[in-house]
């Protein structure tokens, strides 16, 4: 099992709806959450940073982190051609061997259709 | 600068060869990270920095690579000897206070 799962996808929805993305983890020890996009050809760009546990949004996205379920979610409304893209979670851990690395998921691909 | 560049875009040796991949963090961000993607998403990490001195090294195979960051230098990760397996895009990632990362766009290595 890896320490980091996300379906890959292709996800595919009509223009103006609402997204959702997740990913499981297994390590307890995990304690920062970021989501990143990353369009082809570029680098992985931040859109949402979380410490531990709790909702954040920012604009049209929502992150949730359970981390008594090891869960974490990604919420996108009102989506638009522009946010098709490669959407990556990746976390780490705060203390211990290898903190502070980021372990990413594989990346969920999503197209929005006008 | 506000963002993470990296260069060059593209690099290109043949077998057997060096290769040297640079890296300006945001200004002001004390962490370097190096990251090489060799299949599509997946993510190895290889080191990182605080300032000029060596954070983790942990992903860093012991051979042939290395990497440095120096004061009023871009930071540096540099192959010796390339492999075929070598091929792969290499991100560096800088953070002010070692989370949350911001990531440049790559140097997408070929070794022919």
């Known amino acids: 099992q890896k320490e980091v799962e996300q379906d890959p996808g292709p996800l595919s929805v009509p223009e103006g709806a609402i997204v959702s993305l997740n990913c499981t983890y297994s390590?307890?020890?995990?304690?920062?959450f970021m989501w990143y996009r990353q369009y082809s050809r570029k680098g992985p760009e931040l859109l949402m940073y979380?410490?531990?546990?709790g909702n954040k949004e920012d604009g049209r996205f929502t992150a949730q982190v359970d981390k008594s379920s090891k869960y974490i979610s990604l919420f996108i409304r009102d989506s638009q051609p522009s946010d098709s893209a490669t959407y990556l979670c990746?976390?780490?851990?705060?203390?211990?061997?290898?903190?502070?690395?980021?372990?990413f998921g594989k990346g969920t691909k999503l197209s929005v259709i006008p | 600068g506000e963002e993470v560049a990296q260069t060059p875009k593209h690099l290109v040796r043949g077998e057997g060869q060096k290769a040297k991949l640079y890296c300006a963090p945001i200004?002001?961000?004390?962490?370097v990270f190096w990251y090489q993607q060799v299949l599509k998403n997946e993510f190895k990490f290889l080191i990182s920095?605080?300032?000029?001195?060596?954070?983790?090294e942990t992903g860093m195979p012991k051979e042939r690579f290395s990497a440095k960051c120096l004061p009023n230098s871009p930071c540096s990760l540099e192959i010796q000897a390339t492999k075929l397996e070598d091929s792969a895009v290499y991100f560096c990632?800088?953070?002010?206070?070692?989370?949350?990362?911001?990531f440049g766009d790559g140097t997408r290595l070929s070794i022919l």
């Open positions: 990632a800088s953070s002010q206070q070692i989370q949350p990362q911001h």
């Open positions: 390590n307890s020890a995990f304690q920062y």
């Open positions: 979380t410490y531990s546990s």
């Open positions: 990746a976390m780490s851990a705060n203390s211990g061997a290898g903190s502070y690395q980021l372990t």
């Open positions: 200004k002001g961000h004390s962490y």
């Open positions: 920095f605080q300032n000029e001195n060596v954070f983790d």
